[in-house]
């Protein structure tokens, strides 16, 4: 059975940092595009970053460019996603996510707090 598990959210105060992981199991994801996602109280989920399994190629929403970034580890089955200079407002759940254009997969999400 396929499963993404996310780990690493926190409390953190503004300017710091915090590294998610995302495990996934049950299948091989070779082809997958590996995303994370976020959703703050009251808001719509937002895409964050995208990394190609196989290709590693990256993409980021705009206003995340520069401080966070997307990795993963092909050995592990982990998706890592480093945040860097966080901001009160990037206090959300933030949801791992595998899409081939055909299945979608959602982890159970992880909270990130910052505090200002």
């Known amino acids: 059975q396929e499963r993404l598990v996310e780990s690493g959210g926190g409390l953190v105060q503004a300017g710091g940092s915090l590294r998610l992981s995302c495990a996934a199991s049950g299948r091989t994801f070779s082809g997958y595009y590996m995303g994370w996602f976020r959703q703050a109280p009251g808001k719509e989920r937002e895409f964050v970053a995208v990394?190609?399994?196989?290709?590693?190629?990256?993409y980021y929403a705009d206003s995340m460019k520069g401080r966070f970034t997307i990795s993963r580890d092909k050995a592990k089955n982990t998706v890592f996603l480093e945040m860097n200079s966080l901001k009160p407002e990037d206090t959300a759940v933030y949801y791992c996510n595998a899409n081939n254009g055909w299945r979608d997969y959602w982890g159970q999400g992880t909270q990130v707090t910052v505090s200002s």
């Open positions: 990394i190609g399994w196989s290709s590693g190629n990256t």
